[in-house]
């Protein structure tokens, strides 16, 4: 709670800890008992769920590959470069899962990520590197607290297989050090002087940017919710991690000079009200209109979406 | 974390040890920034079986010994890069950050050509712990390979080699 927070917090300390506290998917013994715990109902149940998390994490990986060229130090940078790995890591070990649940198809091969999810691609592919830092590095955090904080403990409520819960213990840990960072990068942010988070603000206001938002990460966010609650998650968890967004940031004392961070967290707001008139008007029948646009147009997208493994070891 | 504590067990080959080797039937990981890798990797990739770079950092490369000043070599080597690499996310890991990287191009024509090979893989991800049978990076995943070569930068890592 102190106001020199930016001043004092300690990033090489934290790259430190990122190294020390590697995990490897070869640590992990994907055969052990356990597996038996995910019936048939649960597998079925799941699979969808488990496709949508490893596009997410893939995707969220890719989010990290472009704050990486925005750091705004070469430390920042080098956690970024982890944190890029990191949610990599997340992605196929979750794929490990499911090929120990037998939800991957004979050959192994990553399920189609959906329309959303390849709209996501396409936008990080064309503009990711381009958005200015301010922006990716609100967003984040706010996919970061969702995805860490009802998903993830949705999965684990469901899924009573040891292994699964080992990963996720990995996962977790991980995840706790990408919030922790992401909120200190917002507070180094805000703490940057005026003129120039009004600058990056207004290039945030630029039509791809508010396009993006509206095509793209409006119905994402969405459809997953809309998947999740049908699958019978309280709707109270995911509202629970949403307003965890805005309780972290309001602890920082120069976070809330962000402009970038009073949007989503209005956004986020609207999105956990389901009787909000953000949903009637713009983001359901945003998920109907999506669902309507034809992948191909969409062109190949670039080679990182096929660097998802789930093999722990390759030769 | 336990497995960290045990070394490589393959050829390991520091520095410039790597050179007049011949590297017929291996597979091989080079560990090296850009620039160093440029040297080693076209020479590897000629005998050996499999290359894997672990390239963390890239530098900028000039095809030939042209006399330009900074100013002009830094966009005739990305103007190279984007005749030469094809592919936009090898292209981007092959890019530089213009704000932290203060290296000069330097003068090669061969590494792009090496790494598009078949059998030649780039890798971005940090590796954080050689292991018995190969290494660990950050991905999650163990990399299995015959002989490892460290440049002269990732040879005085003491994190690697401890």
Partial sequence: MTTATEATYDFDAMLQTIKDKQWSLADIDWDAPGAELVTDEVRAKMKPFMADLVWIEHVGARGFASLAKKAPTPTIKRIYEYFHAEEQKHANAELALMKRWGMLDEDGNPPEPNINVKLAIKVLDDFGDTLPLTGLATLIPLLECALDGALVKFLLDEVHDPVCHEVFRHINSDEARHITVDFQVLELIGAGPLHKLLIESLALLSPQVVIGLIVVFTPLINKMRDN???????????????????????????????????????????????????HRLLADPMVKLTSFVPAKVLGRPQAWVDELTHEPVAS | MTATTTRYDGELLRGAQWRGRAFTGLSVAVIAPGREAAVIVPEVVRTARAVKVFQEEPDWLLPLPLPLPRALAVPAARLSLRLRVRDPWTRRRLTPDARFNRHRPRVDGRYYAALQEPHCTLISWPVYALVPGGLRSAEGIEHRVDCIILGTTAAHREDLLA
């Fill in chain 1, 228 to 278: 999740i609650v049908a699958m019978g998650l309280p709707e109270q968890k995911l509202y629970n991690a949403v307003k965890r967004f805005a309780t972290i940031g309001s602890r920082g004392a120069h976070t809330s000079r962000i402009p970038a961070y009073h949007v989503l967290k209005a956004q986020a707001a609207m999105i956990i009200d389901r009787s909000s008139p953000y």
